[in-house]
């Protein structure tokens, strides 16, 4: 069985940062994507950043520049270096994971969640 598990969400002040963690365990045979979503109160879940299998990236527009994206492959671990933030960054960030458990089993996965807070 898959899981993901998040960590490094906190509070901070504008301007400041945060790497946030999430680490897949469990039968994994490859992962394809991992990415990073967020959700504001009263707001719709939106794709931050994306990670592909040949490490090939996409960010939302509101965060080029200032969040960067990476994985470790070795360790089934994709990380989200969040720099700069700001109040609009507020938000549960949720990890995504996709890819296959064997050869004719895939998997999608979500994590928890962690609450990132920017206060001004």
């Known amino acids: 069985q898959v899981r993901l598990v998040e960590s490094g969400g906190g509070l901070v002040q504008a301007g400041g940062s945060l790497r946030l963690s999430c680490v897949a365990s469990?039968?994994?045979?490859?992962?394809?994507?991992m990415a990073w979503f967020r959700k504001a109160p009263g707001k719709q879940r939106d794709l931050v950043a994306i990670?592909?299998?040949?490490?090939?990236?996409n960010y939302l527009d509101s965060v080029k520049g200032r969040f960067t994206i990476s994985k470790d492959n070795a360790k089934n671990t994709v990380y989200l270096q969040m720099s700069t933030l700001k109040p609009e960054d507020t938000a549960v960030y949720y990890c995504?994971?996709?890819?296959?458990?064997?050869?004719?089993?895939?998997?999608?996965?979500w994590g928890q969640g962690t609450l990132v807070t920017v206060s001004s």
């Open positions: 995504n994971a996709d890819g296959w458990v064997s050869r004719d089993r895939t998997f999608e996965l």
């Open positions: 469990g039968t994994i045979l490859s992962i394809n994507n």
């Open positions: 990670i592909g299998y040949n490490g090939e990236t």
